[in-house]
T-cell receptor, first 115, second 112 residues
Framework: GDSVTQMEGPVTLSEEAFLTINCTYTATGYPSLFWYVQYPGEGLQLLLKATKADDKGSNKGFEATYRKETTSFHLEKGSVQVSDSAVYFCALTGGLIQGAQKLVFGQGTRLTINP | NAGVTQTPKFRVLKTGQSMTLLCAQDMNHEYMYWYRQDPGMGLRLIHYSVGEGTTAKGEVPDGYNVSRLKKQNFLLGLESAAPSQTSVYFC???????????FGPGTRLTVT
C-alpha cells in the first residue's frame, strides 16, 4: 500500500541555519503531496502542497519540489527561526475511499530551533 | 470563525469506561474525519463521514463508533476504553475530497 517515510527526528538547529527534512514515498498512481506543520498544543496546519511532478510548493519561506523520479518531497528552508519549532508531517493522498480523501502520513519530524 | 473545535481537550479514563469526543466545524464542510496520533507514527484514520447521516470505517476502526447526526458535528465514541486507546485524537474537515483538510487542536486521552 501507499506509504510515506520521513527522516528520523528530533532535529535541532541554530537560528538562521539551513533546513532540510527528507521525505520519500511509495504510491500507485499520481498522488498529491503535502507538508503539514503542528505547532505546540495545536492541530495540524497545511504548510504547502504539490499536485503533480516537478511542481514546487512554497509558503512562509519553506519549499518542497515533487520529484517523481526519486519519489521524494523534501522540505527546505534557507534560514530558520525560533518560531519554526514544530513537528512537520509529510503526507500524500492515497486516493479516494468511498468519495472521501485518504491522507497517508509520515511519522513526523520534530524540529527545534535554538536562538 | 472558529474553524474546527474539539471537546474535551484532555481526559483520563479507567479501563472499561466509555466516553464521547465531540468535533464541531463551522465551515459548512461535507467531509469530516477522525484520526489518532501515536508516538513515532503519523496520523491514522479511524472513521470518516462524507455527509450528514453517513459514516464509514477508516484504517483503525476497531473499538470506536461514530455518528454524524448534524452536518457540523462528528462524534467519536469509545464504548469500553482500553489502554491501547491512549492517544491524541484529531478531527478534521474538508469541503471536498480534493481540498485541504482543516484540523482541530486535538484531544489527549489517557486510559489507565
Amino acid at each position: 500500500g501507499d506509504s510515506v517515510t520521513q527522516m528520523e527526528g528530533p532535529v535541532t538547529l541554530s537560528e538562521e541555519a539551513f533546513l532540510t527534512i527528507n521525505c520519500t514515498y511509495t504510491a500507485t498512481g499520481y498522488p498529491s503531496l503535502f507538508w503539514y506543520v503542528q505547532y505546540p498544543g495545536e492541530g495540524l496546519q497545511l504548510l504547502l502542497k504539490a499536485t503533480k511532478a516537478d511542481d514546487k510548493g512554497s509558503n512562509k519561506g519553506f519549499e518542497a519540489t515533487y520529484r517523481k523520479e526519486t519519489t521524494s518531497f523534501h522540505l527546505e528552508k534557507g534560514s530558520v527561526q525560533v518560531s519554526d519549532s514544530a513537528v512537520y508531517f509529510c503526507a500524500l493522498t492515497g486516493g479516494l475511499i468511498q468519495g472521501a480523501q485518504k491522507l497517508v502520513f509520515g511519522q513526523g519530524t520534530r524540529l527545534t530551533i535554538n536562538p | 470563525n472558529a474553524g474546527v473545535t474539539q471537546t474535551p481537550k484532555f481526559r483520563v479514563l479507567k479501563t472499561g469506561q466509555s466516553m464521547t469526543l465531540l468535533c464541531a466545524q463551522d465551515m459548512n464542510h461535507e467531509y469530516m474525519y477522525w484520526y489518532r496520533q501515536d508516538p513515532g507514527m503519523g496520523l491514522r484514520l479511524i472513521h470518516y463521514s462524507v455527509g450528514e447521516g453517513t459514516t464509514a470505517k477508516g484504517e483503525v476502526p476497531d473499538g470506536y463508533n461514530v455518528s454524524r447526526l448534524k452536518k457540523q458535528n462528528f462524534l467519536l465514541g469509545l464504548e469500553s476504553a482500553a489502554p491501547s486507546q491512549t492517544s491524541v485524537y484529531f478531527c478534521a474537515s474538508s469541503g471536498s475530497p480534493i481540498r485541504e483538510q482543516y484540523f482541530g487542536p486535538g484531544t489527549r486521552l489517557t486510559v489507565t
